[in-house]
């Protein structure tokens, strides 16, 4: 067993896992998991540039998982990051302000990295369960970017496309800085709109109606099967390796988008950094669904942030 640290920073959140690993066995066992919404990717879309409160925001929760990792002693960290430190102008200052915290170079990773993270960290323990038909489709749905990969055992084909619950929730629900509440039928059908056409991007490389299993991953999914579940917390374990029907994510869709942010928030298992970007989250899990005939969505709780640790070990 070796104990590694791996650090996931998104366009909306930066997460930690600290665990112990086994290769051989293919066990991962986790010691510590964190998560905190930055918004590092506030108004990157707009602006091309990481907002000054945004990167402050990050290196605070740095140096809160600085702490953590030198607690448990972790032997490595991998640092990645990924739509939001892409596209910015200015993402020198924060590969500088990571190293000066935890003493490494964060990995601007390519998309295509980046889904092959994602499918290893999704799919190492669905391997080999009889009801769950192969190939896989792993979308894991993040902040800027989504990330689409098929595959069995290994991955056949990856892609991914700028379109996020952030960058759609920024790009067509805001006025004046402020998000409309609730959306419209014309502003939803511009979001709807731009996730078709990454849609169809997607589908020249991507065989995506092959897929047998959907398995969908990151906050936006997570919520989504909490909301179904009814949970009166975020319950990962429940979570993990749930459910959630096609039928079910509509009526949550439609839900989320036509009520406001005071209701949105009143929902025990919504994360506050969530209850304005979830809308639009849970239209790009609908919208896929629906391109591939999906009836049902395999939740997983492990995703690149368990990917990167297995890159680590």
């Not at 702490?67 to 892409?86: D, N, W």
């Not at 915290?101 to 993270?117: K, R, S």
């Not at 509509?250 to 994360?271: C, F, N, V």
């Not at 790009?284 to 995703?303: F, K, Y």
Request: glycine letters at 8%; aromatic letters at 4%; one cysteine or more.
């Amino acid at each position: 067993m070796s104990r590694v640290a791996a650090i996931d920073c998104g366009t909306n959140s930066i997460r930690l896992l600290v665990a112990d690993a086994n290769p051989e066995t293919g066990e991962l066992v986790d010691l510590a998991r964190r998560m905190t919404i930055v918004r590092l990717g506030q108004g990157v879309d707009r602006t091309g540039r990481l907002a000054p409160e945004a990167l402050e925001r990050t290196f605070a929760a740095c140096r809160e998982y600085a702490q953590v990792i030198k607690e448990y002693g972790a032997e490595r960290l991998r640092f990645v990051a990924t739509s939001a430190s892409r596209d910015a102008e200015n993402r020198d200052e924060f590969v500088r302000g990571v190293v000066d915290i935890l003493g490494v170079e964060p990995e601007v990773i390519t998309g295509d990295q980046e889904a092959e993270f994602s499918f290893t960290g999704a799919t190492k323990e669905l391997t080999g369960r009889d009801h769950l038909d192969k190939p896989f489709l792993v979308v894991d749905i993040g902040g800027g970017s989504t990330e689409f990969v098929v595959g069995d055992d290994h991955v056949r084909a990856a892609r991914s496309v700028d379109v996020g619950c952030v960058r759609m929730t920024e790009r067509h629900l805001l006025r004046d800085g402020v998000v409309s509440d609730p959306s419209t039928e014309g502003q939803i059908a511009a979001i709807r709109a731009d996730i078709d056409a990454a849609l169809d991007l997607v589908e020249e490389t991507v065989p995506l109606r092959e897929a047998r299993t959907l398995v969908g991953l990151a906050g936006s999914v997570t919520t989504v099967s909490a909301i179904a579940q009814d949970l009166p917390e975020y319950d990962s374990a429940r979570i993990h390796h749930s459910r959630v029907s096609h039928d079910r994510v509509r009526e949550i869709t439609r839900a989320l988008l036509h009520s406001t942010h005071a209701e949105r928030a009143t929902i025990p298992s919504m994360h506050p950094g969530r209850v304005d970007v979830i809308g639009a989250g849970s239209l790009v899990l609908l919208a896929i669904m629906e391109r591939i005939g999906a009836e049902e969505v395999v939740v997983s709780e492990h995703d690149i942030l368990d990917g990167i640790a297995w890159s680590v070990a």
